[in-house]
């Protein structure tokens, strides 16, 4: 059922545990304050700041709070860039000698693995290509063979007839998109990506399938693209 | 609140200056419909720029009416101020701006978001000028055929700085807007004159008012000419110009938003060659003819984009001397009413504000759009 | 009879021309486009009962883009001795595409197919139809003729031929009801909303004075508020039209829930829907949101200046004036069907291609109206902040509500041209056919994202800062304290100002756009949790040894610091790119922005109304009712936007007008929970949207009889308490010494806050000609 990627897990839970940190202060506190510091008119507590219309209150500061609350959001934001920081290199690796490695030659076969933190490293990759159009996407394999690339169409209930791109586990491709009239952009919901498509430029988009990846799921679009954009769908089969 | 009360009088104009600024108007109410009324309609006259018919185009006429009429109104509450000697020219209190005219901090804040405005435009021109390869480049590298068009840049500049007579209405402009900048300056000095008589000042401003303003109009028909018509040489100067008897317009030449089947005489290769100087031998696309690869001919291109930057941007420009023709307008009308005295010379300073920065930035595009 | 034969005669030489011209169409008659309305003169001019036409393999509904093999038969016609009926037939499908198969027909072009002159001596012939890929209704016309096969006879080919028509209309897999047709449902939403408008204010005017309820003193009286200068009756016209939008926009955000509560719903065609959610956006933002924050201004920053009017005020009357205008091109599109199908951000190229609504255009025409109002609303207020001020009131002594006006309008003014411009050129792109956005001609897709995210993101934060202003003010008057760290609380606005530029990026992740810039985003984005957490912490600290009075603003203001707290932490979660891709443009995002545009802006706004109503009416709301508008609304809200961030982790997918749910695990759509999790949304959205009618009730039960209220009901030191409630016509304020007048604002801090910093003294030297000080000299 779950969507999720281990990687978008992984941040996932590290940032709920961060957020879980930071809603108990600020909640802890204000449901203190909005409980003890009350009175019914006001006048538990004289008028320290001496307000008065028209006289600018007094300061009621503190440096070192104020300092205080400043540094340590900026360094709970450095630690969780820092965290968020590695898997990018593995979202944007270059094509030529990044961790997936260069396009495979004839016969080779890319065996990705999965590290503990969802990242996954490739020998090589290969090339499909992944075209937009309203409303469907067409997938194809360019030179690659059946053993390792597929495409056919299904036909499901409610969006019709989709297409379905059969992809083998344990390999790691590289769709380069392009559109044929306005933006769109695939979301590979159980990888847990999508780029957009464009029109006149080519994008790419890492699809690393992974062994453990769920055999079938969907491919939306999730770029606003006219009509019917909402059954613009697809399907990715991940075979063995 | 009725039309009699003497505080509030009537919101068509004119305007009890004595009384202070004025506290109700139809003209914001009536801009505001003439403006939507012109879009409105605008958009049912043209669509993708295919024309719809001329029953459509009165009701363009009817919205810009309209944006007139509140304009009048406009102005007939404010022709009065400091016609009568009294001037309401609230001053501001807190610092930065302490003493300043309230009025002259707005339209300082006012160009800022008008330097946005030609930011915006600009940054579009850039990304297109330095995305797109550029006519020339796609030409010489060789990398079209004959009869299919290439998209690629080719900046107006190509054709206008092509030879001293079509940069002439653009340079005559440059010339006109400075002209215009230093005129507006001088009846702003005349107004602030104290020790002149008043009809000499009043005739002064009035004279360099009307000079602005038709330096203003002067730039606008050099730019028609520029766009649309062309002009004719005297027979003399024909040796200079390849032997043609006109200057070609843009329009003439067919730099246009829909031009995409662009052809320009310098990307045919036969014009190259019948005319002596050819083409460049270490371009790409010699040595492909060299090699037999590529047969040359012309270069047809898909120029849409460039001509849009072009047209949007100076024709901005354009709407902004427009505007300020407008404001002349009255403005000069006021000065020949003697509108304009040492105490209330500062109007004509904003509208010197406004109008250097359309100096300014057609200092930016004369440049961009017509030299590079 | 002769004209009647020689017009027959006619039109069989043009037909006999055609068929020669157009060696492709030898069949009799020739694809004459435009026959399925009329029927076609050839073979007689008069249909014939006798001619049966059917179309079989047709389904009741389609399924989308799927091919079904029509075939195409007719019985009867004018027998005569040795010949069977025999014909030929033109079929017209609204939508989707026909295609033939064999020899005996043709395509004319996708809507339209007939026999070819092979086929011309048949019974039936076999078309296929695909279906669209859209939801629509398909109607189909057939026209058969049989014919005698006299056509080598005496009376020329045609005479006693019959022909017939039968027309079918097949609907979608999701079948559109004409009977709840949402368009009329908003029409009649609008309209009564309006009315009851209207008669508020007949209302209003009768109550001004019972005796003189007439035309005669009703005219002048409305002219009086359309013509108006006073920035407080414009104050109150922006919070008219900006509650109306409220509304209008809660209406389009109900239909839309109606449409989401149940998997596949019918309720709303896909093409509805795009339109609605457009729509929904378009008027949140920028009829609802924007005219209450210029509400609140204008009411409120000359007040808090002590100033006697805004600079400008009759261009202040033009940038309301512009906005119901405004609204109307807007909302143009949408009664005739063919509104704006682009969502808010309207996307280059579709924004400019023929597939978006026509209404499209009307609504780039609307903005560009915005988007000069916005203008010249910035220029006013920045205006009024540097040089209105009161004497002592230096900038580090503005109150903080005045400061996020001033941080808004900044932000506002900076960035809004480069939006207005985007406008401009989709608006020429669509009428006049210039070529910004046209890909085949080289146009670049995300020129536009920049430039409307240049705006954009600027502008949420636009929407934001006002209402920390008011939470600014609500709390430390609340809390019977001064604010904590007004200094800090000034930089971080002024941080979140700057920041606010540099991070729009974060929207574009997926894009395409370059990864340097998206990493650089990624960075800046972080950094607005530094500002906003100073707020957040300044505010929780300003109650530290307080105490806190509770009055419905004070509820509403904690309201925003719970709400604003979590939609800040939901945001955290973007910058982080990995996570990004799989959140982007999902249910996850719709409900962080409805946290902090709802939970923020709108329960800031909340605050706003029930701090200073007493202030511009001069009437007490009730407090008993304010608290149940609190509860129900916080409670219904919390229960409405909340689960959508599991929707969205899920894999729901905003701007889609249906999802499916499912149960087998593998095909990875929404698990079956999904579809109880959206109804609960649902009737919790409508308890929302109703819960806020106790505000109006509220209202109009202190108009009618509510208690009158003193010049400073809750305690505040800044200046608008120093007024009357309500302040009079021409604002001036109550001086010490009993007269009225501009006040002085005094100083309980021991600092020389007046004198001029380097900044000021620089921008003196530039300003001030040598006359001015030469007359300050004399």
């Known amino acids: 059922m779950s969507v999720m990627t281990p990687l978008f897990e992984g941040l996932w839970d590290h940032y709920i545990l961060w957020s879980v940190i930071v809603s108990a202060i600020a909640f802890g506190w204000l449901y203190h304050h909005s409980f003890w510091f009350t009175s019914k008119d006001g006048e538990k507590i004289p008028n320290v700041d001496e307000i008065e219309i028209g006289v600018f209150p007094k300061h009621n500061d503190d440096m070192r709070l104020e300092v205080a609350w400043t540094i340590l959001p900026f360094l709970l934001i450095i630690w969780l860039t820092y965290y968020s920081w590695e898997p990018l290199d593995a979202m944007w690796t270059s094509e030529d000698g990044g961790v997936h490695g260069y396009e495979c030659e004839e016969g080779q076969v890319s065996n990705n693995v999965m590290d503990s933190d969802g990242i996954i490293t490739s020998d090589c990759y290969h090339v499909i290509e992944i075209t937009g159009q309203q409303w469907f996407w067409s997938f194809d394999c360019l030179e690659l063979d059946g053993s390792l690339c597929g495409s056919s169409t299904e036909t499901m209930e409610v969006y019709g007839s989709v297409p379905v791109l059969h992809l083998m586990k344990g390999e790691t491709y590289l769709a380069v998109m392009e559109s044929i009239d306005v933006t769109h952009a695939p979301w590979f919901q159980h990888l847990g990506t999508k780029e957009d498509v464009l029109p006149g430029q080519q994008t790419t988009l890492w699809l690393p399938i992974s062994e453990s990846m769920t055999e079938e799921s969907m491919v939306l679009c999730a770029e606003y693209c006219g009509d019917a954009h909402s059954i613009m769908a697809a399907k990715l089969m991940a075979h063995n | 609140m009725s039309y009699d009360d003497p505080h509030h009088p009537s919101p068509w104009g004119p305007h009890d200056w004595k009384h202070g600024s004025p506290h109700n108007s139809w003209a914001p109410f009536i801009l505001s419909m003439g403006v939507a009324i012109f879009l409105f309609t605008l958009a049912g006259a043209f669509k993708w720029g295919e024309f719809q018919g001329w029953g459509k185009v009165p009701l363009i006429f009817v919205g810009l009416g309209v944006v007139g009429f509140g304009l009048l109104i406009w102005w007939r509450q404010d022709i009065s101020f400091g016609v009568n000697g009294e001037v309401f020219e609230p001053k501001a209190a807190g610092a930065p701006f302490q003493n300043i005219d309230i009025r002259k901090v707005a339209m300082w804040v006012f160009l800022m978001s008008e330097m946005m405005v030609f930011t915006s435009l600009f940054s579009t021109y850039m990304r297109y000028r330095f995305g797109i390869a550029s006519c020339q480049t796609v030409f010489e590298s060789g990398e079209w055929v004959e009869g299919a068009a290439v998209i690629c840049f080719e900046p107006a500049s190509h054709l206008i700085a092509s030879s001293w007579f079509h940069i002439a209405p653009g340079a005559i402009n440059t010339f006109a807007l400075i002209i215009s900048s230093f005129t507006i300056v001088q009846a702003l000095r005349y107004a602030k004159m104290r020790d002149i008589d008043e009809d000499v000042r009043r005739r002064k401003i009035t004279r360099y008012l009307g000079t602005t303003w038709f330096l203003a109009i002067l730039f606008l028909t050099m730019k028609m000419i520029e766009w649309f018509l062309g002009f004719p040489l005297p027979e003399f100067l024909h040796e200079f110009n390849h032997g043609d008897s006109t200057i070609n317009s843009l329009y003439t030449e067919g730099y246009l938003i829909n031009a995409d089947h662009y052809q320009h005489h310098e990307y045919d290769t036969h014009y190259l060659e019948s005319n002596g100087h050819g083409l460049d031998h270490d371009s790409d696309l010699y040595a492909m003819m060299e090699a037999g690869t590529h047969p040359g001919g012309h270069m047809m291109a898909n120029i849409q984009v460039s001509a849009t930057t072009f047209y949007v941007t100076t024709g901005t420009h354009g709407a902004h001397v427009f505007g300020g023709i407008i404001g002349l307008s009255y403005m000069t009308l006021k000065a020949a009413r003697g509108g304009y005295t040492p105490d209330n010379a500062v109007s004509i300073e904003y509208f010197g504000l406004y109008w250097h920065f359309v100096d300014l930035v057609w200092v930016l595009v004369f440049p961009f759009f017509y030299l590079y | 009879m002769v004209g009647k034969r020689s017009k027959g005669a006619i039109v069989a030489l043009v037909v006999i021309a055609a068929m020669l011209a157009l060696p492709s169409a030898q069949s009799f008659p020739t694809g004459i486009s435009g026959v399925q309305q009329s029927g076609c003169n050839c073979h007689g001019a008069v249909p014939s009962d006798s001619v049966v036409a059917s179309i079989d393999g047709l389904p009741e509904s389609y399924n989308y883009s799927e091919a079904y093999e029509l075939t195409i038969s007719f019985q009867g016609g004018p027998s005569q001795e040795g010949n069977v009926n025999q014909g030929g037939f033109h079929l017209w499908a609204s939508e989707g595409t026909l295609s033939v198969s064999d020899a005996t027909a043709q395509l004319y072009n996708q809507n339209e197919a007939g026999h070819t002159g092979a086929g011309n001596d048949q019974l039936s012939w076999t078309v296929t139809w695909t279906a669209p890929a859209t939801d629509k209704n398909v109607d189909f016309v057939l026209h058969v003729n049989s014919v005698n096969g006299n056509a080598d006879g005496v009376g020329g080919g045609t005479s006693g031929d019959m022909w017939s028509k039968v027309a079918i209309s097949v609907g979608g897999p999701v079948e559109v009801l004409e009977a709840t047709d949402p368009f009329v449902v908003l029409g009649v939403l609008i309209i009564v909303s309006a009315s009851l408008l209207a008669i508020t204010l007949a209302y209003v005017f009768y109550r001004k004075d019972p005796d003189a309820f007439d035309w005669d003193n009703f005219a002048p009286w409305l002219a009086g508020w359309m013509t108006s200068t006073d920035h407080k009756k414009i104050g109150t016209l922006y919070f008219v039209a900006g509650l109306f939008f409220l509304g209008v926009g809660g209406i389009m955000a109900m239909i839309i829930r109606i449409q989401l509560s149940v998997p596949g719903n019918d309720f709303l065609t896909q093409e509805q829907y795009n339109q609605f959610f457009t729509l929904h956006g378009t008027t949140m933002i920028f009829l609802a949101a924007m005219p209450m924050i210029n509400g609140f201004a204008n009411w409120m920053v000359p007040l808090q200046l002590g100033a006697e009017d805004l600079a400008l005020p009759r261009i202040n009357a033009m940038s309301f004036w512009l906005q119901p205008f405004a609204a109307l091109l807007i909302f143009t599109g949408i009664f005739s069907g063919h509104g704006a199908d682009t969502g808010w951000t309207g996307y280059a190229p579709y924004v400019v291609s023929e597939g978006a609504h026509y209404g499209t255009t009307m609504w780039a025409a609307g903005q560009i109206m915005l988007v000069a109002s916005s203008t010249l609303t910035g220029i006013n207020f920045l205006t009024t902040m540097a040089v209105m001020r009161a004497p002592g009131m230096g900038w580090m002594q503005m109150p903080l509500f005045s400061w996020s006006i001033l941080v808004a309008n900044v932000m506002l003014f900076l960035s809004i041209p480069a939006f207005g411009v985007g406008l401009i050129q989709v608006y020429l792109d669509r009428v006049v056919g210039t070529a910004f956005y046209d890909i085949a001609a080289g146009g670049d897709p995300l020129l536009w994202s920049h430039l409307f995210w240049y705006f954009g993101h600027p502008e949420v934060y636009v929407v934001v800062v006002p209402s920390f202003g008011i939470i600014s003010e609500v709390i430390a008057t609340s809390s019977r304290r001064s604010i904590f760290g007004y200094r800090s609380m000034v930089y971080a606005m002024a941080g979140i100002g700057i920041v606010a530029f540099i991070v729009y990026g974060h929207h574009m992740f997926t894009s395409g756009m370059s990864p340097t810039l998206r990493f650089v985003t990624m960075l800046t984005t972080m950094l607005v949790a530094v500002p906003t957490g100073i707020k957040v ?223 000021s003294s620089w921008f003196q030297r530039l300003l001030v000609t040598d006359e001015d000080t030469e007359e300050e000299s004399h």
Not at chain 3, 539 to 563: E, I, K, P, Q
Not at chain 3, 589 to 604: E, K, P, Q, R
Request: aromatic share 18%; charged share 10%.
């Open chain 3, 537 to 759: 912490f300044n505010w929780l600290m300003t109650m530290h040894g307080g105490s806190l009075v509770y009055r419905t603003h004070t509820l509403w203001a904690l309201g925003f610091l719970v709400t604003f707290t979590l939609g800040g932490i939901s945001g955290m979660f973007f910058p982080s790119i990995a996570m990004d891709t799989h959140l982007h443009e999902s249910y996850f995002v719709v409900a962080h922005f409805h946290y902090v545009l709802v939970g923020g802006t709108v329960f800031g706004f909340f605050a706003g109304i029930y701090y200073w109503w007493p202030k511009a009416t001069g009437k007490m709301l009730s407090e008993k009712l304010g608290v149940l508008h609190f509860l129900t609304a916080f409670v219904s809200y919390n229960a409405l936007f909340w689960p959508m961030h599991r929707l969205g982790v899920w894999g729901m997918t905003r701007r889609h007008h249906t999802y499916f749910v499912t149960t087998e695990e593998a095909l990875g759509s929404l698990p079956m929970e999904a579809a109880g999790w959206n109804m609960f949304i649902t009737v919790s959205a409508f308890l929302f949207f109703f819960s806020n009618f106790i505000l109006v009730f509220n209202i109009i039960v202190s108009s009618i009889r509510g208690e009158d209220a003193p010049d400073d009901p809750w305690g505040g030191w800044s200046f608008e308490w120093m007024t009357s409630s309500p302040p009079p016509a021409h604002t001036l304020y109550k001086l010490n010494d009993g007269s009225w007048g501009i006040p002085t604002l005094k100083d309980a801090n021991e600092h020389i806050a007046n004198e001029p910093g380097w900044l």
